[in-house]
């Protein structure tokens, strides 16, 4: 199994590889745009303590315990770890008959919404029924986050959304916010 290297490039584009704090040497946390620390490229960073995601700007230091002295390689490693795990969950829940530049739109899109949330698409009813463009239309629609308990359209998120869809549909890669 194997994602395309497209679909790699399509997460690494839209996640950047982004240090948290350029004052210090490393690969430090940063915060995303609805407040939830990550690492590398968009991991989002779960403590094994509270049982949840680390949020918020007041728990910047937790972040930077969870993961201390973080280098190049260790951001690859957390993210081809991560993407194999979301292939695997994303290759359960459609037809085999996708091809990798498919299965790897599919694992970007999971990877940024979470499967549970791909579960539930509709992007997944359109796919099981044999309907890509339709499933690329689809994706679309997932473009928005709540910032200060609002829902809100953020651009970066249409941006992807549109490379996901093109990816998925016709198996090319165009970034839309270069």
Known sequence: MAISQKSIDLIKHYESLHDGD???IGIQPKMDPLGIWTIGWGHAIFDPISGRFVKEAANKKRAEE?????????AEDLLKRDLSTYEIEVRKLVPGTLNDDQIGALVAFSYNVGVAAFKSSSALVAINKGDIKLAG???LLWNKGTVNG??????GLTYRRMSERDLLVSGTLKYYNV
Do not use: I, M
Not at 66 to 74: E, G, T
Not at 150 to 155: D, F, Y
């Open 66 to 74: 969870l993961f201390p002295d973080f280098n190049l390689q260790q």
């Open 137 to 139: 239309d689809k994706l």
């Open 22 to 24: 350029l004052s210090k």
């Open 150 to 155: 609002v829902k809100v359209e953020l651009k």
